[in-house]
């Protein structure tokens, strides 16, 4: 006995949203900030799906602030190529020594997301000599 049309379609449609639903646009996990504070829930994507680790290096461009969100973006310039990189709450980055401006030299370890954009999400941060872990192996934000 086959079940009735409807229920295959219910069943369809509470499904479709996970399918459809792509965390890697972002660093795994859906944010809500609060009081400055990342309020965070991973995502139902397994870390290890997510694109290998590479490493940039270049210049910092320009620094850019997300709306809403106390996270830091920069655009780094290698060569000819300028990539946007996101980094971490700015807090985050302050507290642990690193008050990025443009011109600075950078090395970016991290990954591309498989978003489709050219957003790369770092995992460490090296300048002046010093080293900053922004995120875990499998993508988990260190602050």
Known sequence: MTPPFGFALIAAL???PLAAHDCCGHDGYHHRWQDGQQQGQQCWREWTE????????????????ISDSPV????LKAGKDTTLVRLAPEPFLKQNGFSLKPGDSL??????????????????IESAGKILVLRGERGRPAW
């Open 72 to 75: 830091v973006e920069i655009w």
């Open 50 to 65: 997510a694109a290998p680790v590479d490493t940039l290096q270049g210049t910092v461009a320009e620094i850019n602030a």
């Open 107 to 124: 090395s970016v370890k991290g990954y591309r997301t498989r978003s489709g954009s050219d957003l790369f999400v770092a995992s460490e």
């Open 14 to 16: 509470a499904v479709m």
